[in-house]
């Protein structure tokens, strides 16, 4: 069965303090790992895709790396703005949903 | 930046009545889908759609729930007949090319 965990379920830090949040899989073939930023009650917000192990991408304060079992989303330097809940995602070759894991919710402190 | 619209914003609904939701996709996206997160769960998905017809559907996505493309623009998702546990929120997304998706701010459904 294709899943997805991710840990830690929340994770406070200092404006500063960077730190890496894990997200690892099992999948029937991966297609895709997608990383997610939702802030409370607002939707889902694309921040990366990726497809293939050692893939990297980066985006401002954020770096995604994936390897066959998992990734990771660095968080370099975070900021207050960062505080928000980060998914995960998977999809498997045969299919377009997406498999969601539960999260991890990051608040940053000044 | 082109946005995934969805309305109502929140719908307050009785038990055992009928409610449609709406959403806007992206102009030029193909792939459709409807996606639903309980409180303090994690994000399911409930169906996809391209080509005006269901290409695949969730268990939770039963004989309650129906979905239609009744233009060149509207997404919709009806729920026939809401039951308690049908409260959550209800994510719209649209897709280009089925790699990843832009999701709507969802409509909050609360059934009481």
């Known amino acids: 069965e294709d899943q997805v965990t991710q840990s830690p379920e929340a994770l406070r830090l200092q404006e500063g303090e960077s730190s890496s949040l894990n997200c690892s899989y099992t999948?029937?073939?991966?297609?895709?790992l997608f990383w997610y930023r939702q802030d409370p009650g607002k939707g889902p917000e694309f921040l990366f895709t990726?497809?293939?192990a050692g893939e990297e991408k980066e985006k401002e304060r954020l770096k995604a790396t994936l390897t066959k079992k998992e990734s990771f989303l660095h968080i370099t330097a975070p900021k207050p703005e960062d505080s928000a809940t980060y998914l995960c995602?998977?999809?498997?070759?045969?299919?377009?949903?997406?498999?969601f894991g539960t999260g991890t919710r990051l608040q940053v402190f000044p | 930046e082109p946005e995934v619209t969805q309305t109502p914003s929140h719908q307050v609904t009785q038990m055992g009545q009928e409610v449609i939701l709406r959403c806007v996709p992206i102009?030029?996206?193909?792939?459709f889908y409807w996606y639903r997160q309980i409180l303090g769960q994690k994000v399911e998905f409930l169906v996809s759609?391209?080509?005006?017809?269901?290409?695949?559907k969730s268990e939770i996505f039963d004989d309650q729930f129906s979905v239609e493309r009744p233009d060149g623009s509207n997404f919709t998702l009806k729920i026939r007949s809401t039951k308690l546990e049908d409260s959550a929120m209800y994510f719209c997304?649209?897709?280009?090319?089925?790699?990843?998706?832009?999701f709507g701010s969802g409509t909050r459904l609360t059934v009481v």
């Open positions: 759609f391209y080509n005006n017809e269901i290409s695949e």
């Open positions: 102009s030029n996206h193909l792939y």
């Open positions: 995602a998977v999809q498997a070759r045969n299919t377009d949903k997406l498999i």
């Open positions: 990726l497809y293939s």
């Open positions: 997304a649209s897709s280009m090319d089925a790699y990843g998706y832009t």
């Open positions: 999948v029937s073939g991966l297609r895709g």
